[in-house]
């Protein structure tokens, strides 16, 4: 029977990656399995071949303290590789014709005070209370009880809403208040009607009426959210808070005091601006010019009379222009003073489109995924503030409390000879990538972690720097099981010839040690010199048969 077996590879290697501020969970070790999954396939389509298919790397992470008999699921394969971008193109043309009809927006006012409104200022002896509070309070970790105090240091609170006091969207921003330490009671509800015709029109008037209002009731600040914002309750917002209310209580000039909002490199890089802009007033609160987002921010009592005024308009080809964008557009030109804590500490829920932007729904959707996750969020901040000098310090005291975790990730690379061929590359080919990863020499490797810390990202895990990442994990080299030609016919051939070899070396053997048992008859016959006169002898087939009669 003649047997063919293909050449196949099996590479296994594992990967001891250290995450900063990632527990050993079912959930966080999926999200790992799909980072690590997305980067080893982009890795060997740029070191191998394009055609490097998916389904042929298995990534199975441990970490101390998952459990042995945690159930994994497969990592879900990148989206150019899947056929369901093919249709996105069509989802715009559908999405168009009930785009009026869609959006919850902010428009026509209507107010619903009650006993909400401003609330009196405190004298220069009451502040020097606060800073005692807030220095007493610095050593408490792991809820927001600054946030009351905070909240004391502004004239008025107010939350902007489309929606009933008593709907789940208000409910839940009102719990989430209470939850950080602020008296509800005090918090002012606006209520909006929606700009059916133009959603980015409603919510500027909103804003524009929250300033007015605050101007025609003498506050002198005032603390306005937006009815999707929230707190994260982390060491992140504890130390932001303390650093907000420091900042008020040196009672230093500003327009804006941003709590929560998204400032990326790409938008200095798309103005042209310089990181220079970003300069330290107060301990860990920067000058802000180009930001989005105002779902939670103090305002100025000068910053509402100057600017409750203004009226909407649309710049040219755009087709929304929401205030955020345009108090970014009067920051960078120097119009207004716009200041931030860093880290930041208010984010925006994730809900239903209220107000649609000028991107398509599904980018939007995954956009309003990040903002609503403090992680992902605050590390659009941190790639920014990185370029800030000394900026590092308003998060050195998370790097010194700072939790890792050690994952210990194999990584099996399981190709076909079929799959070889498709590709026209060797499983040598494969080996010398997978070596190249585990060289901490190459910038394979570099490339690799790079690529990593942002799947982790999108994962929605902590951002790790990508430095920080590779310098402390290990990668160890591959070890292999393969066959590297194809199993010839003649095989069989030759193991049947090694055989023969085997049976004509075994047959000489038993025939010398006859001969030689022979030899040694002979001789002690002759030795003894006495016939034997009944003996005779013949001979068959070249044998000498001794015969004795009986």
Request: aromatic letters at 8%; a negative charge; hydrophobic letters at 35%.
């Amino acid at each position: 029977m003649v047997v063919s077996v293909s050449a196949s590879l099996n590479s296994n290697q594992r990967v001891q990656l250290n995450l900063e501020n990632v527990e050993c969970t079912l959930a966080n070790a999926q999200s790992v399995k799909n980072a690590v999954t997305a980067s080893t396939v982009k890795y060997y389509k740029n070191n191998v071949d394009t055609l490097f298919p998916y389904s042929s790397v298995f990534v199975t992470p441990y970490c101390t303290g998952l459990p042995d008999d945690a159930q994994l699921t497969p990592s879900p394969a990148p989206v150019p590789e899947t056929p369901t971008p093919a249709p996105t193109p069509e989802a715009p043309a559908t999405t168009e014709t009930p785009a009026p009809t869609t959006p919850d927006n902010y428009g026509t006012y209507e107010t619903t005070e009650g006993a909400y409104g401003a609330y009196g200022t405190y004298g220069s002896s009451n502040r020097r209370q606060k800073r005692r509070l807030l220095e007493e309070s610095e050593d408490m970790e792991g809820h927001l009880q600054g946030m009351s105090f905070l909240q004391e240091l502004v004239d008025c609170v107010t939350v902007i809403t489309i929606y009933d006091e008593d709907s789940e969207r208000v409910q839940a921003f009102m719990e989430n208040m209470d939850d950080v330490g602020m008296d509800t009671s005090r918090i002012r509800i606006q209520k909006e009607v929606r700009d059916e015709e133009n959603s980015s029109r409603g919510v500027w008037n909103a804003h524009t009426r929250a300033w007015k209002w605050g101007k025609d009731n003498k506050c002198a600040s005032m603390l306005i959210f937006e009815d999707d914002a929230f707190f994260a309750q982390d060491k992140y917002s504890a130390k932001s808070i303390m650093n907000a209310q420091e900042f008020l209580l040196n009672e230093k000039p500003f327009d804006f005091l941003l709590l929560g909002y998204v400032a990326a490199e790409r938008m200095y890089a798309r103005e042209g601006a310089s990181y220079d802009l970003m300069k330290e007033v107060d301990d860990c609160i920067f000058t802000m010019p180009l930001f989005n987002s105002l779902h939670a921010y103090i305002i100025s009592g000068d910053a509402m009379e100057q600017n409750a005024d203004r009226e909407w308009y649309l710049p040219k080809g755009r087709h929304v222009w929401n205030m955020d964008r345009e108090v970014s557009r009067l920051a960078h030109q120097g119009e207004i003073d716009v200041v931030a804590v860093y880290p930041s500490i208010a984010f925006q829920a994730s809900h239903e489109i209220d107000n649609r932007w000028d991107v398509d729904k599904k980018t939007q959707e995954l956009i309003f995924q990040r903002k609503a996750n403090p992680h992902s969020s605050r590390s659009y901040n941190f790639n920014l503030l990185e370029h800030v000098s000394d900026a590092h310090k308003c998060v050195s005291w998370r790097e010194r409390r700072l939790t890792t975790t050690q994952f210990d990730v194999d990584i099996s690379v399981i190709l076909t000879q079929i799959e070889l061929d498709n590709m026209g590359v060797t499983a040598n080919d494969v080996m010398v990538a997978s070596h190249d990863l585990a060289d901490d020499t190459t910038s394979a490797q570099a490339s690799f972690f790079v690529d990593l810390s942002s799947e982790i990202q999108n994962e929605g895990l902590p951002a790790q720097n990508s430095n920080t990442l590779q310098t402390s994990s290990n990668v160890n080299p591959p070890s292999t099981d393969t066959d590297d030609d194809e199993f010839p016919e003649y095989g069989i051939v030759l193991l049947v010839v090694g055989a023969l070899c085997i049976a004509v070396v075994s047959v000489f053997a038993i025939l010398l040690r006859k001969k030689s048992s022979s030899d040694d008859d002979d001789s002690n016959y002759a030795s003894s010199r006495v016939p034997m006169m009944d003996e005779k002898s013949t001979v068959t087939d070249s044998t000498t048969v001794a015969v004795h009669d009986l």
